[in-house]
C-alpha cells in the first residue's frame, strides 16, 4: 500500500510556487532576491515535499463487502476529506465582539473556513481586572479582545474547533491589584490554577502553562535568575488537569527559531525542566514581525534560512514533544505588502507542515484593527478590516482547503479491495453500485499505520 513521492510530484511545487510568483509580482511584491534564492533552492523543496509526504499522510486499506459479507467488485469508491488531524489556527480573542452581527458573522465565516484550532484568552487581566470579579462565564462586563472564556465552548462544539488556553502563567498583562510580594502572588496563582481548571480542565484540553520565561523582566515579583518559577508552575499546575492534557512551555520568536541546539538557551531550559521531571507536553515557538521594517530586515538576514529552521525545529524534535508554532505575525503594511506577506505566509506555512513533530500551527490576529493596541499598524490580518481576504489568506485556502485535503475517485478489485494514501483527518467514502450509494466515515491518524477498514452495504 505505501508509495513513494514522485519526481513529478516534486517537480510541481517549484512550478505551483512560479504560478503564485508571478501572481505576487504583478502585486509589486518587495520580496528581496537573497530570500528568494535561499527558499526556492531546490533541495529546500525537495526536503520539504518529502516531509510532508512522509509525516503527513497515511495509507488506507478498504474492503467493501455486501450484507453476507461477500466483497463487492468494480464499486466505485468517493474518497473525501472532511478534517484535517493537524491543528491550523488562529486566536479567536474578538469572538462575538465586533460592532454589528454581520462583521461578527464574517469574522466567524473567515476563521472557520481555513481553522479547526483556536486560542483562546485566560490572561489575568481580563480574567479577574478587579479582585473576585471573575469573567469566566457568560454575562461579563466586555473588554476587548477578552472574551468570557464560556463564550468560545459551544461554538467550538458546534464548529469542530479544538481550543487552547493562553496562558496559565506569564509576567505581563496581569492585573494592577496583584501584590508585589512573590509568596503572596505565588498563592493567588494557587487559587487562579484551581479555578480555572475546576471550570476548563475536562473543555479545553491545550494550554500554553508558562508564557515567554526568557524573556521575563527582573521587575517580575516571581523572577530569578534561573527561571524557578518555570518549573514551579509545571509543578503546581499538571496535577490539576487530566493526564492526557497537552500541558506546554511558549516562547518569543528571536532567537530561539533560528540557533542550534548547542546554543539555544530555550532548549537548554526545556531539557534542565524535562530533567527535574516538568510536566512539559508540547513546545512552543512564536514567529512575530510586528513592523514592515522588521520583516524586511529578518528576509535579508541570513539566519532567514529554511535549512537552518528545519534543522532547528528537528533538533527540538528529539525531546519527543510536539512542537507548535504559535503565534504568527507576518505584516502586510508598506508599499507591496499584500503581496510580500502572501508570499512569506507560503513559504513558512509549507516549511511548518514538513516539519516532522510539528502538530500545529497558530496564526495570531485574523483581521487588520483586531491586533493589540500598538500592532495594528502592522496590518499584519489575514483578512482586511471589512473581512476581505488578502492574497495571503487566499494562499493558506489554496493549502489547507486544496493542495493539503485529500479528494480521490476508485474502484473494488475484484476481491472489494481498494486503497489510497492520504492526509491524516477524517474522511466520507461514499460506496456507489448498481444499487445505489452508501457513505460511510473512516479516519486515517498520524502514528497508527495502515487504516483497514471494511465497508458493509445493506
Known amino acids: 500500500m505505501k508509495t513513494t513521492p514522485s519526481l513529478t510530484g516534486w517537480l510541481a511545487v517549484p512550478l505551483a510556487l512560479g504560478t503564485l510568483l508571478a501572481g505576487l509580482l504583478d502585486g509589486r511584491c518587495q520580496t528581496p532576491d537573497a530570500y528568494r534564492q535561499r527558499w526556492r533552492a531546490s533541495a529546500v ?134 501584590p508585589k510580594d512573590a509568596d503572596a502572588l505565588r498563592e493567588l496563582y494557587r487559587k487562579r490554577f484551581r479555578e480555572i481548571t475546576s471550570r476548563f480542565a475536562d473543555k479545553i484540553g491545550i494550554w500554553d502553562v508558562v508564557n515567554e520565561s526568557l524573556v521575563c523582566p527582573k521587575t517580575y515579583p516571581l523572577f530569578t535568575p534561573d527561571r524557578e518559577y518555570v518549573r514551579w508552575a509545571f509543578a503546581e499546575a499538571a496535577p490539576l488537569f487530566p493526564a492526557n492534557t497537552r500541558l506546554m512551555i511558549n516562547e518569543v520568536t528571536s532567537p530561539f527559531n533560528f540557533l542550534p541546539a548547542e546554543k539555544n538557551p530555550y532548549y537548554a531550559q526545556i531539557k534542565s525542566l524535562l530533567e527535574q521531571g516538568a510536566a512539559i507536553r508540547g513546545i512552543g515557538f512564536q514567529y512575530h514581525y510586528f513592523r514592515r521594517q522588521h520583516l524586511d530586515s529578518f528576509l535579508v538576514d541570513p539566519k532567514c534560512d529554511p535549512v537552518k529552521l528545519l534543522d532547528v525545529y528537528e533538533q527540538f524534535g528529539q525531546f519527543n514533544l510536539p512542537l507548535y508554532v504559535t503565534e504568527i505575525t507576518l505584516p502586510s503594511a508598506g508599499e507591496g505588502g499584500d503581496a510580500l506577506q502572501a508570499e512569506v505566509v507560503s513559504d513558512h506555512y509549507r516549511l511548518w507542515f514538513a516539519t516532522p513533530r510539528m502538530a500545529g500551527i497558530t496564526w495570531w490576529n485574523l483581521g487588520d484593527g483586531t491586533a493589540v493596541k500598538g500592532e495594528n499598524e502592522a496590518k499584519g490580518g489575514l483578512v482586511e478590516a471589512d473581512f476581505n481576504p488578502k492574497p495571503a489568506y487566499r494562499e493558506l485556502d489554496r493549502l489547507i482547503n486544496q493542495q493539503w485535503k485529500t479528494r480521490l475517485t476508485l474502484k473494488t478489485d475484484a476481491a472489494g479491495k481498494a486503497g489510497f494514501r492520504g492526509f491524516h483527518g477524517q474522511y466520507t467514502v461514499a460506496v456507489i453500485t448498481r444499487d445505489g450509494k452508501r457513505e460511510f466515515p473512516v479516519a486515517l491518524r498520524s502514528g497508527a499505520g495502515l487504516s483497514r477498514a471494511t465497508l458493509k452495504l445493506p
Open 45 to 178: 523543496n525537495e526536503r520539504i515535499e518529502r516531509n510532508i509526504e512522509k509525516h503527513r499522510k497515511g495509507d488506507s486499506a478498504i474492503t467493501v463487502v455486501d450484507v453476507a459479507g461477500r466483497p463487492v467488485a468494480n464499486a466505485t469508491l468517493e474518497v473525501r476529506q472532511q478534517s484535517h488531524e493537524f491543528l491550523f489556527g488562529c486566536n479567536a480573542f474578538v469572538l462575538g465582539q465586533l460592532d454589528t452581527p454581520e462583521k461578527n458573522r464574517r469574522y466567524e465565516e473567515a476563521f472557520l473556513k481555513l481553522f479547526n484550532f483556536a486560542t483562546v484568552p485566560f490572561y489575568w487581566e481580563g480574567t479577574e481586572p478587579s479582585k473576585g470579579e471573575l469573567r469566566y462565564a457568560e454575562p461579563a462586563r466586555d473588554i476587548w479582545r477578552r472574551p468570557p472564556p464560556d463564550r468560545f465552548l459551544p461554538w467550538a462544539a458546534t464548529n469542530g474547533v479544538t481550543l487552547k488556553g493562553h496562558p496559565l502563567l506569564w509576567h505581563a498583562y496581569n492585573p494592577a491589584w496583584l
